[in-house]
């Protein structure tokens, strides 16, 4: 579900660390969740997704973990850049729509 | 391949005033299309969405409304703004059951 009156969570990490970041939906009937970075003015670009019937997927230097007992999602970069400071967005879809959570803003410390 | 245009950009409308906000897809055909809106600092919250010509389904009541007149446009529209109307406001697409949604570079209103 949508969590959209809430301010965004803060993730600070040190250069070349690894960042994780978390995500709850609502929905269990939910069966495709997707990663959105969004940079500062910009339109949310997409990292990776992971079908319903999947618990881990991995992508370039990203991999998604996805808990469906409790409901959780997670997202984690791998010695995190100082081009990785953005918002980052999960979002499930149900039906033909996509709902998305707070996001949370990761700034890179160089 | 695939693109979409939002414009304007930036808007800046006197409160009152109408809004006509428009979105196109290129490169795809029958794309399911979004509007979202987000609030500075805030999650994306989404308002429409249509799957066909015509087909408009609303999330939240309130003071904006769409249409799509076009297989592969989108407008997003208002009579008269309120200032609480002031957002970013992000248009995206998708095709496919389990495919992501492709966003617009957004346009930033202020109503003022």
């Known amino acids: 579900g949508e969590s959209v009156g809430l301010h965004l969570p803060t993730l600070s990490v040190q250069e070349g660390d690894n960042s994780i970041i978390n995500c709850a939906y609502s929905n269990s009937a939910s069966d495709y969740f997707i990663w959105y970075k969004q940079e500062s003015g910009k339109g949310p670009q997409f990292i990776i997704d992971?079908?319903?019937?999947?618990d881990k997927r991995q992508g370039q230097r990203v991999t998604v973990l996805l808990n469906k007992t409790v409901k959780h999602l997670s997202l984690q970069i791998a010695a995190t850049q100082p081009g990785d400071s953005a918002v980052y967005f999960c979002?499930?879809?149900?039906?033909?729509?996509?709902?998305f959570g707070t996001g949370t803003s990761l700034t890179v410390i160089p | 391949s695939q693109t979409i245009h939002q414009w304007p950009a930036t808007l800046v409308q006197p409160v009152g005033s109408p809004l006509s906000l428009e979105c196109t897809v290129e490169?795809?055909?029958?794309?399911?299309l979004y509007w979202y809106r987000q609030a500075a600092g805030r999650g994306l919250q989404l308002l429409f969405y249509s799957v066909g010509i015509g087909q408009i389904s609303s999330e939240v009541p309130q003071n904006l409304s769409a249409s799509r007149p076009q297989d592969r446009q989108f407008i997003l529209s208002s009579k008269k703004l309120l200032l609480s109307d002031s957002g970013f406001y992000l248009c995206a697409w998708r095709n496919g059951l389990n495919t992501e949604a492709f966003f617009g570079q957004g346009t930033r209103l202020t109503v003022v």
């Open positions: 979002a499930e879809k149900e039906g033909n729509q996509f709902y």
């Open positions: 992971i079908r319903s019937n999947m």
């Open positions: 490169g795809t055909s029958n794309p399911n």
